[in-house]
């Protein structure tokens, strides 16, 4: 996995759709400071790259759930990744809303989800997991049997570590926050005097930058 993964992270920052800026952070929704901004929805964009990440998602899928069934996509983001996931692999594609939409059928979970179905979840970034693991409960009450979660890129939170691990939910990334900042370095993306404080910032994400 380390090849991939330094692959993976290289061709984020070429694209931009990992953004690196420790003197002046981006300030999350959560309120949270933060010197680092992922939008991998910037891969659709590059067909070779959304080519290089939805094939090494399907292979890692194929490796190691071979009996999966469905392929479910998490709203928003992961739901295009998921859907050439699906499309690789000759699999149904669903996908699953933060919560159930207020019209219409009031649906959480778009496709048909046949009871007892073998899902693989797609996710296109994994911060606390507090969203991907939401998703993956409401395909739990609606009778999924959960195989595994892969990912593009997590912030290798040590909270979300643990959410999984209590979870019993197995999640697999193609790359993450601490092979980025690796890769970061080695190319000149950074300056060696940030790399400090780069790796500060994913112990205490909640109150960097605030003191």
Not at 5 to 34: T, Y
Not at 163 to 176: K, Q, V, W
Request: proline residues 5%; hydrophobic residues 40%.
């Amino acid at each position: 996995m380390d090849s991939i993964e330094r692959s993976m992270a290289k061709s984020l920052l070429d694209i931009k759709a990992v953004m690196l800026r420790p003197e002046k952070p981006f300030v999350w929704a959560s309120g949270w400071n933060s010197p680092i901004y992922c939008d991998n929805r910037r891969i659709l964009s590059f067909p070779e790259i959304r080519e290089k990440a939805c094939r090494m998602m399907a292979d890692i899928i194929t490796n190691r759930y071979p009996d999966v069934e469905v392929i479910a996509g998490v709203a928003t983001g992961a739901i295009a990744h998921g859907a050439l996931i699906a499309y690789m692999l000759g699999k149904p594609f669903i996908y699953v809303r933060p919560k159930p939409k207020d019209h219409g059928t009031g649906s959480q979970i778009e496709g048909i989800l046949t009871p007892g179905a073998k899902v693989v979840v797609v996710e296109d970034l994994i911060s606390t997991g507090m969203s991907s693991l939401g998703a993956a409960d409401a395909l739990v009450k609606a009778g999924a049997q959960i195989m595994g979660m892969v990912a593009i890129f997590s912030y290798n939170f040590n909270q979300s570590r643990r959410a999984f691990e209590n979870a019993n939910i197995e999640l697999t990334t193609l790359t993450n926050y601490d092979t980025l900042i690796d890769v970061a370095s080695e190319t000149g993306y950074i300056k060696e005097s940030e790399i400090a404080l780069l790796k500060e910032w994913r112990y205490s994400p909640s109150t960097w930058g605030k003191e």
